[in-house]
Protein backbone atom coordinates (compact mmCIF):
# COMPACT_ATOMS: atom_id res chain seq x y z
CA UNK A 1 0.00 0.00 0.00
CA UNK A 2 1.33 3.26 -1.12
CA UNK A 3 1.42 5.99 1.64
CA UNK A 4 -0.47 8.70 1.38
CA UNK A 5 1.42 12.03 0.54
CA UNK A 6 0.23 15.88 -0.21
CA UNK A 7 3.38 16.27 -2.27
CA UNK A 8 3.96 14.88 -5.89
CA UNK A 9 6.75 12.69 -6.65
CA UNK A 10 9.03 13.76 -9.50
CA UNK A 11 7.83 11.44 -12.11
CA UNK A 12 4.15 13.19 -11.27
CA UNK A 13 5.82 16.58 -11.72
CA UNK A 14 7.06 15.84 -14.86
CA UNK A 15 3.85 14.82 -16.19
CA UNK A 16 2.07 17.75 -15.01
CA UNK A 17 4.25 19.92 -16.51
CA UNK A 18 4.19 18.24 -19.77
CA UNK A 19 0.39 17.71 -19.55
CA UNK A 20 0.10 21.68 -18.78
CA UNK A 21 2.48 22.51 -21.50
CA UNK A 22 0.23 20.66 -24.22
CA UNK A 23 -2.95 22.16 -22.62
CA UNK A 24 -1.32 25.39 -22.94
CA UNK A 25 0.22 25.23 -26.37
CA UNK A 26 -2.14 22.70 -28.17
CA UNK A 27 -5.69 23.01 -26.60
CA UNK A 28 -6.60 26.38 -25.95
CA UNK A 29 -5.36 28.32 -28.50
CA UNK A 30 -8.00 26.64 -30.22
CA UNK A 31 -10.53 25.76 -27.71
CA UNK A 32 -12.68 28.45 -28.64
CA UNK A 33 -13.11 27.37 -32.01
CA UNK A 34 -14.13 23.70 -31.87
CA UNK A 35 -16.48 24.80 -29.28
CA UNK A 36 -18.13 27.09 -31.87
CA UNK A 37 -18.01 24.25 -34.26
CA UNK A 38 -19.34 21.48 -31.86
CA UNK A 39 -17.71 19.34 -33.94
CA UNK A 40 -15.04 16.52 -32.30
CA UNK A 41 -11.51 17.75 -32.35
CA UNK A 42 -9.91 14.91 -34.45
CA UNK A 43 -6.65 17.30 -35.45
CA UNK A 44 -6.24 17.32 -31.58
CA UNK A 45 -6.62 14.21 -30.61
CA UNK A 46 -4.42 13.20 -33.03
CA UNK A 47 -1.55 15.60 -31.77
CA UNK A 48 -2.21 13.87 -28.56
CA UNK A 49 -1.99 10.29 -29.89
CA UNK A 50 1.32 11.63 -31.34
CA UNK A 51 2.97 12.88 -28.08
CA UNK A 52 1.53 9.87 -26.18
CA UNK A 53 -0.99 11.70 -24.47
CA UNK A 54 -3.62 9.71 -25.82
CA UNK A 55 -3.39 6.21 -26.09
CA UNK A 56 -3.51 2.69 -23.96
CA UNK A 57 0.19 3.27 -22.92
CA UNK A 58 -0.18 6.38 -20.95
CA UNK A 59 -3.92 5.27 -19.57
CA UNK A 60 -2.34 1.92 -18.47
CA UNK A 61 0.53 3.64 -17.03
CA UNK A 62 -1.30 6.19 -14.90
CA UNK A 63 -3.50 3.48 -13.21
CA UNK A 64 -0.21 1.28 -12.55
CA UNK A 65 0.70 4.39 -10.15
CA UNK A 66 0.15 2.92 -6.33
CA UNK A 67 -0.47 6.33 -4.84
CA UNK A 68 -3.50 6.90 -7.85
CA UNK A 69 -2.52 10.44 -8.21
CA UNK A 70 -1.17 10.20 -11.65
CA UNK A 71 -4.49 10.33 -13.34
CA UNK A 72 -6.08 13.28 -11.37
CA UNK A 73 -3.30 15.21 -11.82
CA UNK A 74 -3.40 14.42 -15.55
CA UNK A 75 -6.86 15.61 -15.45
CA UNK A 76 -6.94 18.70 -14.21
CA UNK A 77 -4.33 19.77 -16.07
CA UNK A 78 -5.99 18.81 -19.55
CA UNK A 79 -9.24 20.43 -18.63
CA UNK A 80 -7.97 23.58 -17.44
CA UNK A 81 -6.81 24.18 -21.04
CA UNK A 82 -11.06 22.59 -21.84
CA UNK A 83 -13.29 20.39 -20.73
CA UNK A 84 -14.61 19.41 -24.30
CA UNK A 85 -11.26 18.82 -25.69
CA UNK A 86 -10.32 16.91 -22.99
CA UNK A 87 -13.40 14.99 -23.06
CA UNK A 88 -12.85 14.29 -26.37
CA UNK A 89 -9.01 13.20 -25.61
CA UNK A 90 -10.07 11.14 -22.37
CA UNK A 91 -13.67 10.58 -23.07
CA UNK A 92 -12.60 6.41 -24.48
CA UNK A 93 -11.37 5.63 -20.66
CA UNK A 94 -14.60 5.23 -19.95
CA UNK A 95 -14.93 2.26 -21.94
CA UNK A 96 -11.45 1.22 -21.29
CA UNK A 97 -12.66 1.51 -17.44
CA UNK A 98 -15.79 -0.70 -18.19
CA UNK A 99 -13.56 -3.48 -20.10
CA UNK A 100 -10.74 -3.14 -17.43
CA UNK A 101 -13.44 -3.72 -14.55
CA UNK A 102 -15.25 -6.69 -16.09
CA UNK A 103 -13.94 -8.19 -18.14
CA UNK A 104 -11.16 -11.27 -18.11
CA UNK A 105 -7.65 -10.95 -18.77
CA UNK A 106 -8.26 -11.99 -22.17
CA UNK A 107 -10.63 -9.88 -23.03
CA UNK A 108 -8.78 -6.82 -21.66
CA UNK A 109 -5.93 -7.75 -23.78
CA UNK A 110 -8.03 -7.79 -26.74
CA UNK A 111 -10.82 -5.35 -26.57
CA UNK A 112 -8.19 -2.36 -24.72
CA UNK A 113 -6.41 -2.01 -27.41
CA UNK A 114 -8.81 -0.78 -30.00
CA UNK A 115 -11.01 1.91 -27.55
CA UNK A 116 -7.27 4.03 -28.63
CA UNK A 117 -5.68 2.50 -31.80
CA UNK A 118 -2.26 4.22 -32.28
CA UNK A 119 -0.53 7.64 -33.46
CA UNK A 120 -1.11 6.13 -37.27
CA UNK A 121 -4.50 5.27 -36.75
CA UNK A 122 -6.69 6.74 -33.69
CA UNK A 123 -9.75 4.47 -32.15
CA UNK A 124 -12.26 5.56 -30.14
CA UNK A 125 -14.07 3.90 -27.21
CA UNK A 126 -17.74 4.57 -26.06
CA UNK A 127 -19.60 3.40 -22.62
CA UNK A 128 -23.40 3.15 -22.97
CA UNK A 129 -25.03 3.06 -20.16
CA UNK A 130 -27.94 5.77 -19.59
CA UNK A 131 -31.13 5.52 -21.72
CA UNK A 132 -34.24 7.99 -22.64
CA UNK A 133 -35.95 6.88 -19.81
CA UNK A 134 -33.13 5.82 -17.68
CA UNK A 135 -30.60 8.53 -16.54
CA UNK A 136 -29.95 8.18 -12.62
CA UNK A 137 -32.05 5.20 -12.44
CA UNK A 138 -29.55 2.41 -14.24
CA UNK A 139 -31.84 -0.48 -12.25
CA UNK A 140 -34.04 -0.06 -14.73
CA UNK A 141 -32.53 0.16 -18.21
CA UNK A 142 -34.56 -1.19 -21.34
CA UNK A 143 -31.79 -2.44 -23.44
CA UNK A 144 -32.36 -6.17 -23.48
CA UNK A 145 -29.64 -8.80 -23.82
CA UNK A 146 -30.91 -12.23 -24.90
CA UNK A 147 -28.69 -15.12 -25.39
CA UNK A 148 -29.01 -17.22 -28.69
CA UNK A 149 -27.43 -20.59 -27.51
CA UNK A 150 -28.40 -22.23 -30.80
CA UNK A 151 -25.08 -19.86 -32.09
CA UNK A 152 -23.93 -18.94 -29.30
CA UNK A 153 -24.38 -15.83 -29.81
CA UNK A 154 -26.20 -12.08 -28.05
CA UNK A 155 -28.51 -10.20 -29.32
CA UNK A 156 -29.35 -6.60 -28.06
CA UNK A 157 -32.10 -4.22 -28.45
CA UNK A 158 -32.51 -0.83 -26.99
CA UNK A 159 -31.53 3.16 -27.10
CA UNK A 160 -28.79 4.58 -25.12
CA UNK A 161 -28.93 8.35 -24.53
CA UNK A 162 -26.12 11.03 -23.73
CA UNK A 163 -22.94 8.64 -24.86
CA UNK A 164 -19.80 10.24 -24.86
CA UNK A 165 -18.39 9.30 -28.34
CA UNK A 166 -21.73 7.47 -28.56
CA UNK A 167 -22.09 6.23 -32.71
CA UNK A 168 -18.50 7.56 -33.67
CA UNK A 169 -17.04 5.11 -31.45
CA UNK A 170 -14.58 2.15 -32.92
CA UNK A 171 -15.52 0.09 -29.52
CA UNK A 172 -18.86 0.49 -27.92
CA UNK A 173 -19.60 -0.71 -24.13
CA UNK A 174 -23.01 -1.77 -23.37
CA UNK A 175 -24.78 -1.89 -20.34
CA UNK A 176 -28.12 -4.13 -21.20
CA UNK A 177 -30.27 -5.88 -18.93
CA UNK A 178 -30.02 -9.98 -19.03
CA UNK A 179 -32.91 -10.95 -16.34
CA UNK A 180 -34.94 -7.50 -16.41
CA UNK A 181 -36.75 -8.76 -13.07
CA UNK A 182 -33.60 -8.68 -11.19
CA UNK A 183 -33.30 -5.02 -12.15
CA UNK A 184 -29.56 -4.09 -11.90
CA UNK A 185 -28.82 -7.24 -10.36
CA UNK A 186 -29.78 -8.58 -14.01
CA UNK A 187 -27.51 -6.89 -16.09
CA UNK A 188 -24.44 -7.32 -17.74
CA UNK A 189 -21.72 -5.39 -20.13
CA UNK A 190 -21.07 -6.34 -23.73
CA UNK A 191 -18.41 -5.05 -26.40
CA UNK A 192 -20.02 -4.11 -29.85
CA UNK A 193 -16.59 -5.09 -31.96
CA UNK A 194 -16.44 -2.08 -34.80
CA UNK A 195 -18.53 -2.45 -37.88
CA UNK A 196 -21.24 -4.82 -35.78
CA UNK A 197 -24.19 -4.70 -37.97
CA UNK A 198 -27.41 -2.86 -36.01
CA UNK A 199 -25.59 -0.64 -34.29
CA UNK A 200 -26.41 3.24 -35.47
CA UNK A 201 -25.99 6.54 -33.88
CA UNK A 202 -29.26 8.06 -33.44
CA UNK A 203 -29.60 11.93 -32.59
CA UNK A 204 -26.30 13.86 -32.17
CA UNK A 205 -27.12 16.46 -29.19
CA UNK A 206 -26.57 19.77 -29.29
CA UNK A 207 -25.09 20.90 -25.68
CA UNK A 208 -24.94 24.06 -23.96
CA UNK A 209 -21.36 23.77 -22.75
CA UNK A 210 -18.33 20.84 -23.93
CA UNK A 211 -19.02 20.96 -27.27
CA UNK A 212 -15.69 19.63 -28.63
CA UNK A 213 -17.30 16.18 -27.37
CA UNK A 214 -19.18 14.56 -29.09
CA UNK A 215 -22.83 13.37 -27.72
CA UNK A 216 -25.41 11.24 -29.59
CA UNK A 217 -27.52 8.20 -29.01
CA UNK A 218 -26.62 4.82 -29.54
CA UNK A 219 -29.38 2.28 -31.28
CA UNK A 220 -29.33 -1.33 -31.37
CA UNK A 221 -31.20 -3.07 -34.02
CA UNK A 222 -30.78 -6.92 -33.42
CA UNK A 223 -27.05 -6.50 -32.74
CA UNK A 224 -25.65 -9.96 -32.40
CA UNK A 225 -22.18 -10.59 -30.96
CA UNK A 226 -20.37 -13.37 -30.12
CA UNK A 227 -20.74 -15.55 -26.96
CA UNK A 228 -16.93 -14.29 -26.03
CA UNK A 229 -18.51 -10.61 -26.19
CA UNK A 230 -19.91 -10.50 -23.02
CA UNK A 231 -17.30 -9.07 -20.46
CA UNK A 232 -16.61 -11.85 -17.40
CA UNK A 233 -18.37 -14.51 -19.80
CA UNK A 234 -21.31 -16.19 -19.30
CA UNK A 235 -20.08 -18.81 -16.45
CA UNK A 236 -19.40 -15.37 -14.55
CA UNK A 237 -22.77 -14.03 -15.01
CA UNK A 238 -24.56 -17.29 -14.85
CA UNK A 239 -23.47 -17.51 -11.22
CA UNK A 240 -24.00 -13.44 -10.63
CA UNK A 241 -27.66 -13.80 -11.87
CA UNK A 242 -28.18 -17.66 -9.71
CA UNK A 243 -27.07 -15.23 -5.96
CA UNK A 244 -29.02 -12.37 -7.01
CA UNK A 245 -32.25 -14.85 -7.65
CA UNK A 246 -31.18 -16.23 -3.64
CA UNK A 247 -30.24 -13.36 -2.28
CA UNK A 248 -33.86 -11.61 -3.31
CA UNK A 249 -31.80 -8.77 -5.88
CA UNK A 250 -28.90 -8.70 -3.44
CA UNK A 251 -25.61 -9.05 -2.99
CA UNK A 252 -24.37 -8.49 -6.54
CA UNK A 253 -22.95 -5.44 -8.05
CA UNK A 254 -23.86 -3.45 -10.78
CA UNK A 255 -21.37 -3.11 -13.55
CA UNK A 256 -22.31 0.08 -14.33
CA UNK A 257 -22.13 1.36 -10.60
CA UNK A 258 -19.06 -0.78 -10.42
CA UNK A 259 -17.18 1.55 -13.19
CA UNK A 260 -18.79 4.78 -11.76
CA UNK A 261 -17.36 4.24 -8.77
CA UNK A 262 -13.98 3.97 -9.97
CA UNK A 263 -14.08 6.94 -12.59
CA UNK A 264 -15.68 9.49 -10.16
CA UNK A 265 -12.68 10.79 -8.32
CA UNK A 266 -11.34 11.44 -11.96
CA UNK A 267 -14.64 13.46 -12.72
CA UNK A 268 -13.83 15.43 -9.83
CA UNK A 269 -10.41 15.94 -10.89
CA UNK A 270 -12.03 17.23 -14.70
CA UNK A 271 -14.26 19.99 -12.54
CA UNK A 272 -11.20 21.22 -11.02
CA UNK A 273 -9.52 21.77 -13.96
CA UNK A 274 -12.29 24.30 -14.97
CA UNK A 275 -12.81 25.45 -11.47
CA UNK A 276 -8.67 26.42 -11.63
CA UNK A 277 -8.64 27.72 -14.99
CA UNK A 278 -11.49 30.51 -14.14
CA UNK A 279 -10.11 31.24 -10.97
CA UNK A 280 -6.37 31.95 -12.40
CA UNK A 281 -7.71 33.86 -15.04
CA UNK A 282 -10.04 36.16 -12.92
CA UNK A 283 -7.31 37.08 -10.76
CA UNK A 284 -4.63 37.61 -13.41
CA UNK A 285 -7.79 40.01 -14.63
CA UNK A 286 -8.24 41.35 -10.91
CA UNK A 287 -4.87 42.31 -10.77
CA UNK A 288 -4.99 44.30 -13.89
CA UNK A 289 -8.16 45.66 -14.15
CA UNK A 290 -8.21 49.64 -13.14
CA UNK A 291 -11.71 51.55 -11.73
CA UNK A 292 -11.84 54.48 -9.58
CA UNK A 293 -7.85 54.56 -10.09
CA UNK A 294 -6.98 51.30 -8.56
CA UNK A 295 -6.78 47.67 -9.31
CA UNK A 296 -10.07 45.94 -8.62
CA UNK A 297 -8.49 43.45 -6.46
CA UNK A 298 -8.14 46.11 -3.89
CA UNK A 299 -11.83 46.10 -3.28
CA UNK A 300 -12.49 43.38 -0.84
CA UNK A 301 -15.79 42.25 -2.71
CA UNK A 302 -13.23 40.89 -5.24
CA UNK A 303 -10.76 40.12 -3.28
CA UNK A 304 -12.89 37.84 -0.72
CA UNK A 305 -14.56 36.43 -4.02
CA UNK A 306 -10.97 35.16 -5.47
CA UNK A 307 -9.83 34.69 -1.72
CA UNK A 308 -12.96 31.90 -1.39
CA UNK A 309 -12.26 30.40 -5.07
CA UNK A 310 -8.93 29.31 -3.95
CA UNK A 311 -10.06 27.90 -0.58
CA UNK A 312 -12.69 25.81 -2.01
CA UNK A 313 -10.51 24.66 -5.12
CA UNK A 314 -7.88 23.30 -2.18
CA UNK A 315 -10.78 21.58 -0.57
CA UNK A 316 -12.71 19.73 -3.38
CA UNK A 317 -8.61 18.83 -4.82
CA UNK A 318 -7.90 17.71 -1.40
CA UNK A 319 -11.30 14.94 -1.43
CA UNK A 320 -10.36 14.09 -5.10
CA UNK A 321 -6.90 13.07 -4.59
CA UNK A 322 -7.87 11.00 -0.85
CA UNK A 323 -10.49 9.21 -3.16
CA UNK A 324 -8.17 8.90 -5.51
CA UNK A 325 -5.61 6.90 -3.43
CA UNK A 326 -8.26 4.97 -1.46
CA UNK A 327 -9.51 4.01 -4.90
CA UNK A 328 -5.82 2.28 -5.13
CA UNK A 329 -5.34 1.27 -1.99
CA UNK A 330 -8.07 -0.47 -0.02
CA UNK A 331 -11.04 0.76 -1.59
CA UNK A 332 -14.11 3.71 -1.22
CA UNK A 333 -16.18 3.40 2.16
CA UNK A 334 -18.03 6.41 2.78
CA UNK A 335 -18.60 7.55 -0.31
CA UNK A 336 -15.53 9.26 -0.67
CA UNK A 337 -15.69 8.79 -4.51
CA UNK A 338 -18.88 10.14 -5.06
CA UNK A 339 -17.77 13.02 -2.10
CA UNK A 340 -15.16 14.63 -4.37
CA UNK A 341 -17.32 14.40 -7.25
CA UNK A 342 -19.99 16.56 -5.91
CA UNK A 343 -17.67 18.76 -3.92
CA UNK A 344 -15.58 19.34 -6.91
CA UNK A 345 -18.37 19.98 -9.34
CA UNK A 346 -20.54 22.29 -7.54
CA UNK A 347 -16.66 24.10 -7.30
CA UNK A 348 -16.32 24.52 -11.05
CA UNK A 349 -20.22 25.68 -11.40
CA UNK A 350 -19.61 28.39 -8.18
CA UNK A 351 -16.10 29.18 -9.35
CA UNK A 352 -16.96 29.84 -12.70
CA UNK A 353 -19.99 32.16 -11.76
CA UNK A 354 -17.51 33.90 -10.01
CA UNK A 355 -15.37 34.37 -12.70
CA UNK A 356 -17.91 36.01 -14.97
CA UNK A 357 -18.81 38.06 -12.09
CA UNK A 358 -15.55 39.09 -11.90
CA UNK A 359 -15.05 40.51 -15.12
CA UNK A 360 -18.49 42.28 -15.58
CA UNK A 361 -20.18 42.23 -18.86
CA UNK A 362 -16.96 41.42 -20.64
CA UNK A 363 -17.04 37.84 -18.99
CA UNK A 364 -20.47 37.66 -19.92
CA UNK A 365 -19.51 37.53 -23.42
CA UNK A 366 -18.11 35.01 -25.58
CA UNK A 367 -15.00 36.92 -26.70
CA UNK A 368 -13.46 36.27 -23.41
CA UNK A 369 -12.85 32.39 -22.35
CA UNK A 370 -14.94 32.41 -18.81
CA UNK A 371 -18.61 32.20 -20.01
CA UNK A 372 -17.53 28.79 -21.91
CA UNK A 373 -16.08 27.58 -18.43
CA UNK A 374 -19.06 28.41 -16.91
CA UNK A 375 -21.32 26.34 -19.76
CA UNK A 376 -18.72 23.64 -19.26
CA UNK A 377 -18.66 23.60 -15.69
CA UNK A 378 -22.48 22.89 -15.69
CA UNK A 379 -22.53 19.64 -16.39
CA UNK A 380 -20.43 18.10 -13.75
CA UNK A 381 -23.64 18.64 -11.30
CA UNK A 382 -25.03 16.45 -13.73
CA UNK A 383 -23.15 13.27 -15.76
CA UNK A 384 -22.21 9.96 -14.29
CA UNK A 385 -24.49 11.09 -11.34
CA UNK A 386 -26.52 14.09 -10.37
CA UNK A 387 -25.52 16.11 -7.42
CA UNK A 388 -29.06 14.14 -6.09
CA UNK A 389 -27.37 10.79 -6.47
CA UNK A 390 -24.02 11.95 -5.29
CA UNK A 391 -26.36 12.78 -1.86
CA UNK A 392 -27.82 9.51 -1.84
CA UNK A 393 -25.02 7.37 -2.38
CA UNK A 394 -23.27 9.36 0.70
CA UNK A 395 -26.26 9.14 2.50
CA UNK A 396 -26.48 5.43 2.38
CA UNK A 397 -22.96 4.65 3.09
CA UNK A 398 -22.81 6.91 6.34
CA UNK A 399 -26.26 5.11 7.36
CA UNK A 400 -25.81 2.09 6.28
CA UNK A 401 -29.83 2.22 5.36
CA UNK A 402 -31.54 2.06 2.23
CA UNK A 403 -32.61 5.49 1.98
CA UNK A 404 -34.34 6.36 -1.27
Not at 357 to 379: M, N
Amino acid sequence: MAEFSLSLNEDQLQLQKWIHDFAEDVVRPVAHEWDEREEFPWPVVQEAARNGLYGLDFVANAFADPTGLTFPVALEELFWGDAGIGLAIFGSSLAAAGIFGNGTPEQIGEWLPQCYGDADNVMLGAFCVSEPDAGSDVSSLRTRAVYDAATDEWVLNGTKAWITNGGIADVHVVVAAVDPALKGRGQASFVIPPGTAGLSQGQKYKKHGIRASHTAEVVLDDVRVPGRCLLGGKDKLDEKLARAREAGHSGARQPAMATFESTRPGVGAQALGIARAAYEYSLDYAKERKAFGRAIIENQSIAFMLADMAMEIDAARLLVWRAAWQSRNGGLHRGEGSMSKLKAGRVAVWSTERAIQILGGYGYTREYPVERWHRDAKIYDIFEGTEQIQQLVIARAISGLRIE
